[in-house]
């Protein structure tokens, strides 16, 4: 693998149910993905973004094929690896925020990085520059409740990223919000992938936005295509 290289999928299926009921959601399917680099994942809905996701993120396990990130086959692994994995090299945002309704927004950033065995000074200092570069940094000490949905996402973005992942996985990240807020909040996470040479791999149906990325991939029939 070349150095630069932090993701690979190697002819990776996944499949749904047996029998008449089968589902082959990925068959052969076969992606690189670089340091730096901003991948839009566009496909119509039930295609398999979600399931690319969470394979890539070692969220479920492929059928055939695997995954190779940061140089390491993961599909063998055992759980317990592949939770380590996931927690130091891969980060997420998924369509609803999904913050801890408890606590505030700059807690929530702290979190992970206090999971991670981070001390909670150190911890509250990243999460706090998180939140300013992301720009809600004013918003810290209110809970998600209390924040709108734009902030709301900027925040689980800043929680996404707490334990400096090498890979960033985006869910319809924007999905949930107006037009303006969408490029709002796409404008933050863009600003923090170039800064940060993070891999970024975004499921969207927004064009526009997906036009804003370096490549853009599409699923068809199992496969992961080049558009
Ligand atoms: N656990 C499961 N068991 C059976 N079928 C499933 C399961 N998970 C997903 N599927 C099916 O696999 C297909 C792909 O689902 P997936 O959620 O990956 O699609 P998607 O492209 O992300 O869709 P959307 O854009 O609507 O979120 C869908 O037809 C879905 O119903």
Request: aromatic fraction near 4%.
């Amino acid at each position: 693998m070349a150095v630069e290289e932090v993701l690979r999928l190697e002819g990776v299926g996944r499949h749904y149910g047996d029998g008449d009921k089968r589902l082959d959601i990925l068959k052969d399917a076969n992606f690189t993905m670089r340091r730096g680099e901003m991948i839009g994942l566009v496909a119509p809905s039930g295609t398999g973004k979600s399931t690319l996701l969470h394979l890539a993120g070692l969220l479920e396990r492929p059928d055939d094929g695997d995954v190779i990130i940061n140089d390491r086959p993961c599909g063998t692994l055992a759980d317990a690896e592949r939770t380590a994995i996931r927690r130091s090299d891969i980060g997420f945002v998924y369509q609803f925020h999904h913050l801890l309704p408890e606590f505030s927004a700059i807690e929530n950033v702290m979190l992970p990085q206090m999971i991670a065995g981070l001390g909670r000074k150190e911890a509250e200092e990243r999460a706090g520059q998180l939140l300013d570069y992301l720009r809600v940094g004013h918003r810290g000490v209110h809970r998600p409740a209390e924040l709108s949905g734009g902030e709301q996402q900027r925040v689980a973005i800043a929680r996404a990223v707490a334990n400096a992942p090498i890979i960033l996985l985006a869910d319809e990240p924007t999905g949930n919000l107006d037009p303006h807020t969408a490029h709002y909040v796409f404008d933050a996470l863009e600003a923090l992938v170039r800064q940060s040479g993070l891999a970024a791999l975004i499921a969207t149906h927004n064009h526009e936005l997906a036009a804003r990325m370096d490549r853009r991939v599409t699923l068809d029939e199992g496969k992961i295509v080049e558009l």
